[in-house]
């Protein structure tokens, strides 16, 4: 079945900018997510990309796609002590299903 | 936009009893819900697919008589566990699929089991 799987901790300064690498197995997964989920609360969805593009920009978020090597990134620019919170790559089931397979998700940690 | 409730947001049960969580999509609606649970430190693991006006599908080794699932209507799914025990005990979480855009998946805040 797909595996998905992050690297689980990731600390930077604040103002250095983060990237979160996530790797899949499944090559027709359509859509590609990113969640961000702080102490005790639920999934923020933060961006998503389709298969077909290769870059998404969203303020400080960029997200790579590298679908030949499988390979999902989120880039973090400017990272705040906000930022500081356990990030879930996630991909969707081919198929119709609407199911979403996570990574373990990546606890990054940001300090002055 | 796009607001996904959970009720309660935690709660403490004993043995044996039987306990609802409500899983609400505020301002849009959704054919289908999913449920999570969530081991401390851990990612999330899918129970079950909840449509709405139709039996939910169960993931390999979760027990539909165990975790009894209902979608009423297009905006609610709630999730029982019936005869609770304390390894039932965890942070359940939903998510909801926008209708309008099928490929936008919210998730609730959660709610925290804890059966003594």
């Known amino acids: 079945g797909e595996d998905v799987e992050q690297s689980l901790f990731l600390s930077v300064r604040e103002g250095d900018s983060s990237v979160i690498n996530c790797t899949y197995t499944d090559s027709s997964s359509t859509y590609l997510y990113w969640y961000k989920q702080e102490p005790g609360a639920g999934l923020q969805l933060l961006t998503y990309?389709?298969?077909?593009?290769d870059m998404k920009q969203d303020q400080r978020l960029t997200v790579l796609l590298n679908k030949k090597d499988k390979h999902l990134s989120l880039r973090i620019a400017d990272t705040q002590t906000g930022d500081s919170a356990i990030y879930f790559c996630?991909?969707?089931?081919?198929?119709?299903?609407?199911?979403?397979?996570f990574g373990a998700g990546t606890r990054l940690a940001v300090h002055p | 936009g796009a607001v996904v409730s959970q009720h309660p947001s935690w709660v403490i049960c004993k043995s044996g009893t039987s306990v609802k969580i409500e899983c609400r999509s505020l301002?849009?609606?959704?054919?289908?819900m999913f449920w999570y649970r969530q081991f401390p430190k851990q990612s999330l693991m899918l129970m079950a697919t909840?449509?709405?006006?139709?039996?939910?599908?169960?993931e390999q080794g979760v027990e539909k008589d165990k975790f009894l699932i209902n979608h009423a209507s297009l905006t609610l799914s709630t999730l029982t566990v019936t005869s609770a025990h304390p390894e039932d005990s965890s942070f359940y979480i939903c998510?909801?699929?926008?209708?309008?855009?099928?490929?936008?998946?919210?998730f609730g805040p959660g709610t925290r089991l804890t059966v003594t």
């Open positions: 909840s449509n709405e006006g139709s039996k939910a599908t169960y």
């Open positions: 998510s909801a699929v926008d209708l309008a855009f099928a490929y936008e998946q919210y």
């Open positions: 301002d849009f609606q959704a054919t289908t």
């Open positions: 990309i389709f298969s077909n593009m």
């Open positions: 996630a991909v969707l089931l081919s198929g119709g299903y609407n199911k979403l397979i």
